[in-house]
């Protein structure tokens, strides 16, 4: 598998990297979760993205099950979807528990959506102080913040705080409304930042007969850009392994042929950007 280096972290991370929903976060599919990750991990992936909104804490927890015995071995990352001080803290604490695992490799602000969600966590007594504190006492080793609906919001808080990560969303449709790509990408490129892409498939939306036909175009899509790794949420074993394939194969795609992935996408761009649009 393919890796690279998640910005100012150091780390190196694979370039396909394990979603934590999908199957992962079905508390009643505990071990054919538990089959995926294993089977992720013995074939490379070394990046975990959780959180706990996904399958009100299944998610964490059937992750957990196997970092009771492989945490070693990965880089994990969850968040907080809280925006208070006192709030994250608590949170941190339940993921610590569910996640079997006494510190977390990327603690991140979950889904950024508006100013007020930005003005909350910045406060002095907003989440961000809770990740510094974390920080200082090894709890948490990188802080980073993520959003899907507004790169502009994005763009606003890695100007106003030292991020060690972004992550955002990065598919064939991003062009056409409310682009990632376009400022948001370069800035976190120039700050170092560790950016980790997600919204690959747009739950699936970006296939297309006449669009996007495959998975080796809409992941190699993501890869062809200055992105450290691509999360992607796995259903079954058949899928992993395709991504894996992917992966182990990649090479960047050609200008020319970005572009043209890009105009493939443009006569259903709202579907490729519906969480932008309803999410």
Same mark, same amino acid.
């Given at each position: 598998?393919?890796?690279?280096?998640?910005?100012?972290?150091? &780390?190196?991370?694979?370039?396909? #990297?394990?979603?934590?929903?999908?199957?992962?976060?079905?508390? +009643?599919?505990?071990?054919?979760?538990?089959?995926?990750?294993?089977?992720?991990?013995?074939?490379?992936?070394?990046?975990?993205?959780?959180?706990?909104?996904?399958?009100?804490?299944?998610?964490? #927890?059937?992750?957990?099950?196997?970092?009771?015995?492989?945490?070693? %071995? &990965?880089?994990?990352?969850?968040?907080?979807? +809280?925006?208070?001080?006192?709030?994250?803290?608590?949170?941190?604490?339940?993921?610590?528990?569910?996640?079997?695992?006494?510190?977390?490799?990327?603690?991140?602000?979950? +889904?950024?959506?508006?100013?007020?969600?930005?003005?909350?966590?910045?406060?002095?007594?907003? $989440?961000?102080?809770?990740?510094?504190?974390? *920080? *200082?006492?090894?709890?948490?080793?990188?802080?980073?913040?993520?959003?899907?609906?507004?790169?502009?919001?994005?763009?606003?808080?890695?100007?106003?705080?030292?991020? +060690?990560?972004?992550?955002?969303?990065?598919?064939?449709?991003?062009?056409?409304?409310?682009?990632?790509?376009?400022?948001?990408?370069?800035?976190? &490129?120039?700050?170092?930042?560790?950016?980790?892409?997600?919204?690959?498939?747009?739950?699936?939306?970006?296939?297309?007969?006449?669009?996007?036909?495959?998975?080796?175009? $809409?992941?190699?899509?993501?890869?062809?850009?200055?992105?450290?790794?691509?999360?992607?949420?796995?259903?079954?074993?058949?899928?992993?392994?395709?991504? &894996?394939?992917?992966?182990?194969?990649? *090479?960047?795609?050609?200008? %020319? %042929?970005?572009?043209?992935?890009?105009?493939?996408? $443009?006569?259903?761009? %709202?579907?490729?950007?519906?969480?932008?649009?309803?999410?």
């Amino acid at each position: 598998m393919q890796r690279r280096k998640l910005g100012k972290t150091g &780390v190196s991370v694979s370039i396909f #990297s394990l979603g934590g929903e999908s199957t992962l976060e079905r508390a +009643d599919r505990a071990a054919e979760a538990e089959k995926i990750i294993n089977q992720a991990i013995d074939l490379g992936v070394n990046y975990l993205d959780t959180a706990p909104a996904y399958g009100m804490g299944g998610s964490e #927890s059937n992750i957990g099950r196997v970092l009771s015995y492989r945490r070693s %071995e &990965v880089f994990l990352a969850t968040k907080t979807g +809280d925006r208070s001080y006192d709030g994250t803290m608590r949170q941190v604490e339940k993921s610590l528990a569910r996640l079997q695992t006494d510190y977390i490799d990327l603690y991140q602000l979950h +889904d950024m959506q508006t100013r007020e969600d930005l003005k909350r966590v910045l406060a002095e007594d907003g $989440a961000i102080k809770a990740l510094e504190q974390l *920080k *200082k006492e090894k709890v948490i080793l990188n802080m980073g913040i993520t959003g899907h609906k507004d790169p502009a919001l994005l763009l606003q808080a890695i100007k106003e705080y030292p991020f +060690d990560c972004l992550l955002m969303s990065l598919n064939a449709g991003d062009p056409h409304y409310r682009s990632f790509k376009q400022e948001l990408l370069p800035e976190a &490129v120039r700050q170092n930042l560790g950016v980790i892409a997600m919204k690959v498939t747009a739950v699936g939306r970006i296939f297309c007969k006449k669009g996007i036909a495959k998975m080796d175009q $809409a992941l190699g899509y993501t890869l062809s850009h200055p992105v450290s790794t691509a999360i992607i949420g796995i259903s079954t074993i058949a899928e992993l392994e395709e991504n &894996v394939r992917i992966a182990e194969e990649f *090479k960047p795609l050609a200008e %020319e %042929e970005i572009k043209r992935l890009e105009e493939l996408t $443009a006569p259903y761009a %709202e579907e490729a950007n519906f969480f932008k649009y309803h999410w």
